[in-house]
């Protein structure tokens, strides 16, 4: 593989790739300030990498945005117990994860790799282990490897509400984390994905990475198992203060994708089991997420006029008036029912798929505010509950998915 214009490797990356010639694994770390857990991240990847692959050849392609907290001095300064080779190096092109794992991918297609690891850079509850499970799997035949964890009940939002009701529903394939970030990939995956035209979205260069790899595997139909890797301990966010641009390339690029694969969702019926590999053990209590309820209430009640025209074009009256109402919602007999979120959601996909780039963002903006309400909602309904209890609501929602799908069809 010789350098394209477009690529996001840098000349220094280069460098070092040409130095190390050839791998069996590449364990990618996409970065960006994170130098008080990288080194950590670094050690448990090389540490796994060692324990359970000795025998065949791994580097780990730190892959960083430009960090100004000296997150590459540290990995550089890093002297690890492991013959690992370690490629510290600063991506270019559009600053994002998804520039990152560009990066990442690029430099597996070029050393030749059997497979590919990806994970977060912020990570605390990262264990060998966890590459032995995303790695495993896909040297014997699996395409993508998905993570599956313990998180606290209002960690991953977007998750929780969007994509893994919207993907579970349209590939028939209950993947519970498609955007976790902790994936491990096959190289036939790796060069599929390179060969996207979805790198051309405003959304796949940034958060929108790791949805797209979830979709095109699906789309794509390779083999896709998950990983059981007990308690995701991360620096979780708030969904009213910190998820703003992370929800529009999100989603942005979960539309995308839906977009770009119309002929093969429009025939999925029925749902098949997706296989957990790893034993589900009980590994520790994940950290609290903590979100300011009052400030998600404001959030709300402020943004919701600002898209009142999108909301009355793509909305049935009576949905409208129901959400709507949500502006009250210190009235405790005020809810958001499933169906009501899944016909919004569906309607909002239909919606995409014909607007010019300033509608879609427009779009994007405008769902962000509900999506917010429904969050609002389930925080309020489940503040004194437990995690199972919380979980169990969640799953509740992706059936009303599920059985909705046919009003995404007739709309679409």
């Not at 970065?31 to 990288?38: E, P, R, V």
């Not at 996207?196 to 794509?220: C, N």
């Not at 966010?237 to 694969?261: A, N, T, W």
């Not at 769902?367 to 995690?387: P, Q």
């Amino acid at each position: 593989m010789e350098k394209k214009i477009d690529s996001a490797l840098s000349s220094h990356a280069w460098k070092y790739l040409k130095k190390i010639k050839t791998a069996d694994i590449l364990v990618g770390i996409p970065c960006y300030n994170n130098a008080h857990t990288i080194n950590y991240v670094v050690h448990q990847a090389a540490k796994g990498l060692e324990t359970y692959f000795p025998n065949l050849q791994s580097a780990i392609f730190v892959s960083d945005g430009k960090s100004t907290d000296g997150t590459l001095a540290t990995v550089r300064a890093m002297r690890l117990p492991f013959q690992v080779s370690v490629i510290p190096t600063t991506y270019i092109g559009v600053s994002g994860k998804g520039s990152a794992v560009k990066a990442i991918f690029e430099a597996a297609s070029f050393l030749e790799v059997d497979a590919v690891a990806l994970v977060d850079s912020d990570l605390r509850s990262i264990t060998p282990d966890w590459v032995r499970l995303l790695i495993s799997p896909t040297l014997t035949g699996t395409g993508l490897v998905t993570p599956f964890y313990i998180r606290h009940k209002y960690d991953g939002t977007i998750t929780n509400f969007l994509c893994y009701p919207v993907t579970s529903s349209l590939y028939g394939r209950r993947i519970r984390q498609p955007i976790g970030g902790d994936f491990g990939l096959s190289i036939q995956l790796v060069r599929e994905l390179l060969e996207s035209p979805l790198w051309q979205t405003p959304y796949v260069p940034r958060f929108g990475i790791d949805i797209f790899e979830t979709h095109t595997a699906l789309a794509k139909e390779f083999e896709v198992k998950q990983a059981f890797l007990g308690t995701k301990i991360h620096e979780a966010k708030d969904p009213s203060k910190h998820l703003g641009s992370m929800f529009r390339q999100v989603v942005g690029s979960m539309f995308s994708c839906i977009e770009l694969y119309e002929k093969v969702w429009r025939e999925i019926r029925g749902l098949r089991q997706v296989e957990i590999v790893g034993e589900k053990r009980s590994l520790g209590i994940p950290e609290s997420v903590n979100i300011d309820l009052q400030n998600i209430i404001k959030t709300y009640k402020s943004g919701f006029d600002g898209y009142t025209q999108i909301y009355r074009e793509i909305l049935s009256n009576s949905i409208f008036k129901s959400v709507e109402k949500l502006k009250r919602i210190e009235n405790m007999d005020l809810s958001f029912p499933p169906e009501t979120w899944a016909k919004i959601v569906y309607s909002f996909v239909a919606s995409f798929r014909s607007g010019d780039q300033l509608r879609r963002e427009n779009l994007l903006d405008a769902l962000r505010i509900l999506w917010i309400g429904k969050v609002m909602t389930f925080a309020r309904e489940t503040l004194e509950v437990d995690a199972w209890k919380a979980e169990k609501k969640i799953e509740e929602e992706v059936r009303v998915f599920e059985g909705l799908k046919p009003y995404l069809l007739d709309i679409y």
